[in-house]
């Protein structure tokens, strides 16, 4: 990222296209001047006189230091005029802002052309352009947040699901942050006790006992082993979660995954083989999203088309987080039927025995003896809400909204995660084998260092410039 936290920034704050209101957002040291430049006040008092965090009405205007051919976007320019628009203007005073420096929003009309000249002058009187992520990035660097409540931010943007969206509060409030930090402050404890106590190891000094030592060291893994654990719940709280219906031809794929979408997404006939490629929908269920995969029954065939189809059934079978089989239950099982059973009894799946408004033939017997069954009608919409229930609790526990443990959502944060668990138990093990501290206090070491990736206590410019690059430019 070029710059530096020297430089004042600035960016269209709001989505791109038209709208009844846009904000340019300013941040720097000279985000009061620069402003002070372009901003000519209602009220005709002077920008900087104002007090922090109050709205003002004011006229933007080009400065005549300003090459009105350099504002040309387009085939469109200035008229003879210096007024831009008109907008409301409100100065933060540092550090009472989002990046923890001087801050000015310029909330003019929503139109690009207008938002866009309004950062051409800002950048004419001596701004520059943000770069993705970079007011969150000042924001961290200014200690205004940690770097897992950075992520939040973006996670919080990017929420699909109310418990996506409650997650990321959660991490932009501190949860998971004041929970890693707890357990790292743990780990430095014991490594200031276990370095102390190989610099005076000759000296007449108490330092922390074996016993104490396990103790802390045991329950820093347990903490870590746990949050750990909920990095797959928390990746399909985040992502949503995808599900993947499968089954052969002209059982009721298609016609049960319009009654889960309550629209006609899917073609529907009696003749097998209508669906040929994949369809991709979502829903909601109570808070998760859930990406819905329909698919080309499995059969042998001599159709390229629906070969095709297949083999892209069977990719997205592989990649799927569950697997919804559908069999038709006014027919016996077929051997299709029985090696699709076996294919998925390993894996999460439910199993739904369709067309229950018909002739039941098929019995709940031994059969499904390793699979969560359930009959239904895709057409009359008989057992579907039982049907929902079972893929969302298959998918999310319940209670995450009110666990204790924070939820880990992002594959970095578990990568972390995993090395810190690895590198406290091999501490462990030393301890137990009576090996020396210098052994010890490496491992340690190492863990409260993952750790401390995770809150940004330790990282590098590489961990920055890959998380706020997905950010976008306005924040």
Known sequence: MQGGLEDTICAIATPAGEGGIGIVRLSGPQALVVASRIVRLRSGHPLSSVSSHTLHLADLVIPATVDRKDLRLGQV?????????????????????????????????????????VCKVCVESGARMAEPGEFTKRAFLNGRLDLSQAEAVLDTIRATSTAGLNIAQRHLRGDLAREVEETRTSLLTVLAHVEAGIDFVGEDISFLQREELVRIVSEACAVAQKLESTAQEGRILREGAYVVI??????????????????????????????????????????????????????????????EGIKRTKIAQDEADLVLVVLDGTMPLTNDDRELLHLVRDRKHIVVLNKADLTDTVEMNSVFADHVAYRISAKTGSGIETVKSALRAQLVSGGFESAETATVTSVRHRDALRRAVESLGQALESVQCGMPGELVSIDVRTAADALGEITGAITTDEILGQIFSQFCIGK
């Open 246 to 307: 499968l089954g052969r031809p002209n059982v009721g794929k298609s016609s049960l995954l319009n009654r889960l979408l309550k629209e006609e997404r899917a073609i529907v006939t009696a003749i097998p083989g209508t669906t040929r490629d994949v369809i991709e929908e979502s829903i909601d269920l109570d808070g998760v999203m859930i990406r819905l995969v329909d698919t080309a029954g499995m059969r042998d065939t001599d159709d390229v088309v629906e070969r």
């Open 77 to 117: 320019r200035t008229t003879a005029t210096d007024l831009l628009d008109e907008a409301l203007v409100v100065y933060m005073k540092a550090p009472r802002s989002f990046t923890a420096e001087d801050v000015v929003e310029i909330q003019s009309h929503g139109g690009a052309l207008v938002l866009g000249m």
